[in-house]
């Protein structure tokens, strides 16, 4: 089976079906990319009883700081996939390869300027989130090692984004299952000091992701390099290029508004936790059970990708109605979807919780009761996906930017602390503003959904006539070089 959907099959194809067909490998990916921070936190949690705790932690207030600082730069990519996969929808291919090089090549700036800024900043922003010293020490630790690797997470990111764009999932998926499989092994050595390494424990689990991270980078500059799955780039092409540069920030701007908002969101949200009086357990039970719920989006995380990609492609080849019916029917699935999810979930919610972290039994509770309380929320998180998910496709990111700031700063920050401070609610009270907060987000993102236009293209009308598709008339297919899956 070819690596690439096709040009025909991405406009007309059964949707359903067409959706899975991009989307099985970016929900793989998904997964992968959660195994990277499950490992992290499995192994750190079997350290000794007097070191687990405060380690997990660490790893939990570490997150939101390595977003936040990152966030900004890394939303651009949404500029640079609907570019692409406009493009390709309108059948202009060699437009499409320069906007992939040219998104790369800003994603090697940003990631150079971020290492930079996290290595510097973060410090300072950790201990704004913790007063435990045990706790910052070791979130410090941990972020300024995965800081170093930033570059290779923004090559390898950028080059995932374009390539999905493009039609291709399943080589993106290829390279994350090697360099996951890498970070699975490297991290128990690296960790508690097997074999010839030293014992590092939380050092030792960020030295493994950032060397996984660079192998990534690496295997994806040699795929385009070699233009063997479609999209080919050449080192001139990433030369800086003003014109391209500002098309991409132009579109990207919003997200990366929207994005920098939630991740800052995300930053207070962990201040809040940090401040109950069981700070360290609620923080490491939120940590455990937030790395459980991510794994539970991984169809959530392929759907949404792989809608953005069909709604460009339908968008640049002028079919409306096809585009409006992929955001509907892919809204509805990932609704669907998650209710079963998170009903399995919730069922495997203690016998998980023992599992990561079996010597402490009150993190184990506390766990418990997050998950009992948040996981109702999360079909309606599926909800907010798909409505993103159409806007990105088209180009449009001011709406996802406000859903994005809305639902984070005008819900879920102040309903937390009303909750949790004003109600005297403690950790419960969190969690059940969390609760509250998507599902106000949802019925938000429903209304902007039928409310605003996101049916109109962002690329320029082409010259060629041969280039224009109409709902009359079906584009031809475009011919991509297929290799037998490995």
Known sequence: MARTASRKEILEGPVVRTMFRLAWPLMISSLLHYLYNMADTFWIGHLP????????????????????????????NSGGLALVSQYMGAHRKEEANTAAAKTLSLSIVFGLFIMVTGVIFSPALLRLLTSDPAVARAATIYTRIIFIGMPFEFVAAAYAQVMAAYGDTVTPMLVNLATVLINVVLDPFMIFGWGPFARMTVAGAAL???????????ISLFILFRGRHGLRVSWRDLLPDWFWYRRILKIGLPASIGVSGTSFGFLVLTGIIGRVPNATIALSAYGIGDRFINISFIAIDGLSLSISTMVGHALGGDLRKRAGNVVWTGTALMFGILVGEGAFLWALTPWLFRAFIPTQPAIIREGILFMSLFLPSIPFFGIVSGVQSAFQGSGHNTPPMIMQLVRLWGLRVPLSWFFGFALHMGSRGIWTGMLVSNILAAVLALIFLATVDWHHKVIEQSPSADSEVSEAEPPDVLVVPAEPQM
């Open 208 to 218: 493994a992701t950032i060397i996984c991270q660079a192998v990534a980078a690496s």
């Open 49 to 76: 009883a007097s070191q687990n705790a405060s380690a997990v932690a660490g790893l939990q207030i570490a997150g939101p700081v390595i977003f936040f600082l990152m966030a900004f730069a890394f939303g651009f």
